[in-house]
Nanobody, 114 residues
Framework: QVQLVESGGGLVQAGGSLRLSCAAS????????MGWHRQAPGKLREMVAT???????DYADSVKGRFTISRDNAKNTVYLQMNSLKPEDTAVYYC????????WGQGTQVTVSS
């Protein structure tokens, strides 16, 4: 069975922080890179951050220095720590796998008020 379950979204004021979590089933998490994407209203879905199974990370320029992706292999969970949030970070955030078939979570809403 394949599962990706995100949590941690919400409403926060500009400058605030949130931490997103994505719990995955072991068969799609173990040994695979994972990532976070986001999609704002009227815009295309875009990559936010990725992390390999070995812990190497990559970030979109717009979030470098503010967001941190991490993973807990014992818990099959990937996290996205978001600091210094801006109104333009408002979007639905999706967890995804980098596997032969791409799996997506259901998404979690992040809203940053000015």
């Amino acid at each position: 069975q394949v599962q990706l379950v995100e949590s941690g979204g919400g409403l926060v004021q500009a400058g605030g922080s949130l931490r997103l979590s994505c719990a995955a089933s072991e068969n799609i998490f173990s040994g695979n890179a994972m990532g976070w994407h986001r999609q704002a209203p009227g815009k295309l879905r875009e990559m936010v951050a990725t992390i390999t199974s070995g812990g190497f990370t990559d970030y979109a320029d717009s979030v470098k220095g503010r967001f941190t992706i991490s993973r807990d292999n014992a818990k099959n969970t990937v996290y996205l720590q978001m600091n210094s949030l801006k109104p333009e970070d408002t979007a639905v955030y999706y967890c995804r796998t980098y596997t032969r078939y791409t799996y997506w979570g259901q998404g979690t809403q992040v809203t940053v008020s000015s």
